[in-house]
C-alpha cells in the first residue's frame, strides 16, 4: 500500500493473467486433484466454476476464491480488482445454470447476484476472511462499479 494514497497493491494485470493460467494448467495437469480447496475456518475455498460463453456457447472454466453460506457457495466478480467485469460474470448472467467443481465433485448451480441486505451482510463475510481486515473495501474502490457478489445455489442436475 502507498503511504501516500492509502490505496491497496495489485500486482500488475500480466501478474495476474500468468498467476491464473498457471493456476488452470495445474488443475489440468494434475486431473483436479491439485489447485481446488474447501474452505476452512477463515480461509476461502477454491472452485472451479464452470459457465457457457454468451456469444460462442463454449463452456469456459475459471478457479475463484469463495466461502459457502449455508448450502450456498458466495464469491466476487472482481477480474482481479480491474476495472471491467469478468467475462465469467457476463457469461453467467447470460446462462445461470452452470456447474462447479469443488473437491468433494460438482455441482449443478444457478447463479445470481446479490442485492439489498443480502449482499451487505455477504460482503462482510467475505471480508472477514483471509484477513482482509476490513480492507475489502479498500480494494473495490480501485473499481469504478459496485462488484457483484455472486450467490451460486445449488440446484438438480
Not at 502507498?2 to 486431473?31: E, I, Q
Not at 457478489?149 to 438438480?156: I, N
Request: glycine content about 10%.
Amino acid at each position: 500500500m502507498s503511504a501516500r494514497s492509502g490505496r491497496p497493491w495489485v500486482p500488475p494485470r500480466w501478474f495476474k493473467r500468468a498467476a491464473w493460467r498457471a493456476h488452470r494448467w495445474l488443475y489440468r495437469v494434475s486431473g483436479g486433484r491439485r489447485g481446488l480447496r474447501s474452505p476452512s475456518g477463515r480461509t476461502s475455498g477454491l472452485l472451479r466454476l464452470r459457465v457457457v460463453g454468451r456469444k460462442s456457447g463454449v463452456e469456459r472454466a475459471v478457479i475463484l476464491a469463495y466461502f459457502e453460506d449455508g448450502e450456498r457457495l458466495v464469491t466476487l466478480a472482481m477480474n482481479g480488482w480491474d476495472d471491467p467485469p469478468p467475462q465469467w460474470w457476463l457469461n453467467l448472467r447470460a446462462h445461470p445454470d452452470a456447474v462447479v467443481d469443488t473437491v468433494d465433485g460438482s455441482v449443478h448451480v444457478r447463479g445470481r447476484a446479490a442485492s439489498g441486505e443480502e449482499r451487505r451482510r455477504l460482503w462482510a463475510a467475505f471480508d472477514a476472511y483471509d484477513g482482509w481486515g476490513a480492507g475489502i473495501d479498500r480494494f473495490a474502490a480501485l473499481r469504478s462499479r459496485e462488484t457483484p457478489v455472486v450467490v451460486l445455489e445449488r440446484r438438480d442436475g
